[in-house]
């Protein structure tokens, strides 16, 4: 258990609509980070925040936004879902603001889109 | 920019065997890199990782790395295979800023 927590474990939903995934890092982490794992993409990154700002974006779409709170939960919203958005989507968490710091990552949100 | 090649889709070695999974990478600026291991249906868990102190890196569960800059590589090696390490592997290079890219990874099979 690498102590950080994704709800929920398996969403499945239809084209078109908004699903929001729920990350909450490790206690004493500020750093928090999206991935989306597929077999036609592989392992991307998406998205970093560190202590309520974002520090990094990587292959993300327009359609997707994340956020980190002040108690340092994320939430990744996607909209207007297609059926290639259907994917394992990771966070993972960090002490610091990224680099040589280790992530420990979440069990992951399965989400189907049909 | 930053990339990570891993050679080999797939690797099989006997159990007690040798183990040896390639990554080579690209980056503008000294790299930090990582190898993971994903076993079915959970997330990615850190084997080791090379921040530019020791070029030989140690991991966990027997697992070591070389970062050797002239070849751009960080080649993963285990002396024996055990059926434990039946997974997938995957070498990543990360950004000062936390921007992580991944290779497309590689399945360890491991024969009896």
């Known amino acids: 258990d690498s102590g950080v927590t994704q709800t929920p474990k398996h969403l499945i939903t239809a084209t078109g609509q908004r699903v929001t995934l729920r990350c909450s890092p490790r206690?004493?982490?500020?750093?928090v980070y999206w991935y989306q794992q597929s077999l036609d993409q592989g392992l991307q990154f998406l998205i970093h925040y560190y202590n309520g700002e974002e520090r990094a974006k990587g292959n993300i779409l327009e359609r997707f936004s994340a956020q980190q709170f002040p108690d340092l939960h994320s939430e990744l919203n996607l909209s207007s879902l297609e059926l290639g958005d259907s994917a394992l989507y990771f966070c993972a968490s960090s002490v610091a603001p990224g680099g040589p710091d280790t992530q420990y990552f979440g069990p992951g949100t399965r989400l189907t889109v049909l | 920019a930053q990339s990570v090649t891993q050679l080999g889709s797939h690797v099989s070695v006997s159990e007690g065997a040798l183990v040896l999974l390639r990554c080579n990478y690209s980056s503008s600026v000294p790299p930090y890199l990582f190898w993971y291991v994903q076993y079915p249906n959970q997330g990615l868990q850190l084997l080791l990782k090379y921040t530019s102190a020791a070029t030989l890196v140690k991991g966990i569960n027997g697992f070591e790395a070389e970062f050797k800059k002239s070849e751009t590589s960080f080649h993963l090696t285990k002396p024996s295979a055990h059926m434990s390490d039946a997974a997938e592997y995957f070498c990543a290079v990360t950004s000062q800023a936390g921007k992580s890219t991944f290779g497309d990874g590689t399945t360890l099979t491991v024969k009896p």
């Open positions: 206690s004493g982490d500020l750093s």
